[in-house]
């Protein structure tokens, strides 16, 4: 059976975000996300006399001890790479105090990954997750077949309550999904929890990088009256009071409390991005693998 035509909203979305990609990669910081995206995607070669300026952690004490003299183990770049996307589609991405909403953001953001893994000529696949189900698209390489991914995840519907079901991703399946040093690429918003199971283990095997969006409401009230807003994970309105001190500082403890949760997952800086609705997401992402880049020399 044929596939149902995109909505016309979501092919312009595509040809825009692609345009976008297209000029990202084009410029000269498109070496730097090859770079971040192959990562330790890295195989053994050989290995070679160390020379001054070699990285010493490559090496080999056992042939160093054995000869004499320092040798180190000579790497090279594995041909392709898996990106495994993770999109926690939760109801409270659906937040928005400006023109677009924080799944709006995230989505773009999945997108333009998407589109860069494909001007990489890796593969991707993805792990969408959304209140009382998921789905699983198997990594696929090849400008087409990864555009026809993008399509298919910015078409999705949004999701609704579902019995008040919360999103469960599989991370038992994930933690064995795609093979050793990938590159996972964890999307959501992130709330304080535990670590998911097996997250040491994925830790050890993938390379995991996390992406959240940060609402400018979430990140310090709004001056001026009380406010009401819809609370999209319990379903009610709620009173957001900016002049009551109770408020405030239940807010900053609110917010405190997530961004730990968010940097005890990704430890190292370089591995989280956060942003909010109203940025460039091609820019936010030109931004941070500069920087990775830049860490990583």
């Excluded at 056992?62 to 000869?67: C, G, Q």
């Excluded at 009256?225 to 408020?247: E, G, I, Q, W, Y």
């Excluded at 917010?255 to 109203?278: H, I, M, N």
Aim: aromatic share 10%; net charge positive.
């Amino acid at each position: 059976m044929a596939k149902p035509p995109l909505p016309t909203s979501s092919v312009a979305l595509l040809r825009q975000l692609e345009w976008r990609m297209k000029q990202a990669v084009e410029n000269p910081l498109s070496g730097e996300y090859r770079s971040v995206f192959r990562g330790r995607g890295m195989e053994f070669d050989q290995v070679v006399k160390y020379t001054f300026g070699d990285d010493i952690r490559d090496i080999d004490w056992n042939v160093t001890a054995r000869l004499g003299e320092p040798f180190r183990k000579k790497f090279v770049e594995e041909r392709e790479l898996t990106v495994l996307i993770v999109f926690e589609d939760t109801l409270s991405l659906q937040f928005g105090s400006g023109e677009r909403t924080k799944r709006a953001a995230l989505l773009e953001l999945a997108a333009l990954a998407m589109m860069l893994s494909a001007a990489n000529r890796d593969r991707v696949g993805i792990v969408h997750a959304y209140p009382g189900g998921y789905k699983l698209t198997q990594p696929v390489r090849g400008r087409g077949p990864i555009l026809n991914v993008v399509a298919d995840l910015i078409a999705r519907p949004t999701p609704v309550m579902a019995d008040g079901r919360p999103v469960e991703t599989p991370w038992k399946f994930i933690a064995h999904a795609v093979s050793n040093q990938s590159l996972l690429l964890w999307l959501g918003d992130f709330p304080p929890r535990a670590a998911p199971a097996g997250w040491s283990l994925i830790r050890r095997r993938y390379q995991p990088i996390g992406f959240r969006v940060e609402d400018a409401w979430e990140r310090e009230l709004p001056v001026g009256k009380a406010l009401t807003a819809f609370d999209p994970t319990s379903n009610r309105l709620v009173v957001l009071d900016p002049s009551s001190k109770t408020h405030r500082d239940a807010h900053a403890g609110w917010s405190a409390e997530r961004t730990t949760a968010f940097s005890k997952l990704f430890p190292d800086r370089q591995s989280r991005l956060v942003v909010t609705p109203e940025e460039s997401m091609i820019d936010a992402l030109v931004k941070f693998f500069h920087a990775h880049s830049r860490a990583r020399r």
